[in-house]
């Protein structure tokens, strides 16, 4: 599903006009910016608007301020946009008509940042803990920058890449998060945990390891992602498993080579093949760029010789967790007639 985006929208004629209306005697019209402030029932978002440049400027998580969540949602990026402009035309008390409508239709909206995320169910929420911490084994073994959030309670969240990253991705313990958001007496964790479905919910995230993967403006752009007219439904799916294969966790992390492709190997990489079964740490004894070609070898048969041969049953036993079979993106049907998530 998507969960925040941060993106720019032109104004429309009528916006505009709106704007303008209500800051006619102040200066806010000299500024570089005005930021106006939605209310929402699930908490606010800041708006900034360029009156000159013709556009305004946001980050927030749409779920979250539609339906008080983002445990389950859409891929649908366009409903999701035009929803929120609907909230800021109500906060200038307007109404988007049908010519509204067709001029967001036709420019889109551009998009800045989007973050994707997938859901993966396990059994219980004490095997999320420990898919969680067999996750930062993985990561590990295969040398990413990993950062992890420990609470008492387990790992809640294991971040790759930083903020100032082209991307970066984040398998977080969904649960906890919620439990721990949602804590205190705000008004916005009032309002969700007042939602009729709140119980359902807690208890589907409790048995969830939530995959999240941040796209940033020069990766969009890299991509030809920038606009949101390029988007469909099966667009957030694709980035995801693409996403989930480069980090080695969309294949089956078999133990062993099956007979048939053990007596097509040549020499050499039979050589490598049965250092690996030794219980040898290839990446230590080849050189980078070596390593790095008869890993993409073995890993065309299911088996990552980045793993010792210790390792690889747990490899195997993590990516049937997370396989990309096992992806949901989107919400679950049941959550539909509750209004659980934005159509």
């Not at 930021?35 to 013709?54: A, D, H, N, P, W």
């Not at 649960?175 to 309002?191: R, V, W």
């Not at 008869?294 to 195997?316: C, E, H, N, S, W």
Request: proline content about 3%; some cysteine; charged content about 25%.
């Amino acid at each position: 599903m998507i969960d925040t985006i941060k993106f720019r929208a032109p104004l429309s004629e009528a916006l505009l006009n709106a704007v303008v209306a209500k800051y006619k005697d102040t200066q806010a019209l000299n500024r570089p910016y005005i930021l106006e402030k939605i209310q929402t029932r699930f908490g606010s978002f800041t708006v900034k608007i360029y009156i000159i440049e013709g556009y305004i400027e946001m980050e927030l998580s749409p779920s979250k301020h539609m339906r008080g969540h983002n445990v389950v949602g859409t891929n649908n990026i366009t409903k999701l946009l035009n929803g929120v402009m609907k909230m800021i035309y109500r906060h200038f008390s307007l109404r988007d008509t049908a010519n509204d409508h067709a001029f967001y239709k036709q420019h889109g909206f551009t998009l800045l940042r989007v973050d994707l995320t997938a859901s993966f169910i396990v059994e219980s929420q004490a095997e999320v803990v420990n898919t969680m911490s067999l996750i930062r084994q993985h990561l590990l073994i295969l040398n990413h920058n990993v950062v992890v959030h420990e609470t008492p309670e387990g790992a809640e969240t294991i971040y790759i890449g930083k903020a100032s990253s082209r991307s970066s991705v984040k398998f977080y313990n969904k649960y906890l998060e919620l439990l721990h958001s949602n804590k205190g007496n705000g008004k916005a964790a009032i309002a969700i945990k007042s939602l009729p479905y709140y119980d359902e919910i807690l208890s589907y995230a409790e048995r969830v390891v939530r995959f999240e993967f941040t796209i940033r403006s020069p990766e969009l752009k890299y991509r030809s992602l920038n606009n949101s007219l390029v988007w469909d439904a099966n667009k957030v799916r694709v980035l995801l498993q693409e996403k989930l294969c480069k980090l080695g966790l969309s294949s089956q992390l078999i133990a062993k080579l099956p007979t048939e492709v053990v007596d097509d190997l040549n020499d050499v990489k039979l050589n490598k093949y049965e250092q690996w079964l030794d219980g040898i740490n290839l990446r230590k004894t080849l050189l980078p760029a070596t390593f790095t070609r008869y890993r993409k070898y073995f890993l065309t048969f299911g088996l990552d010789i980045a793993r010792t041969r210790v390792l690889a049953p747990q490899g195997a036993a993590l990516t049937r967790r997370l396989s990309v079979a096992k992806m949901h993106v989107g919400y679950p049907k049941r959550f539909v007639e509750m209004g659980a998530v934005y159509r």
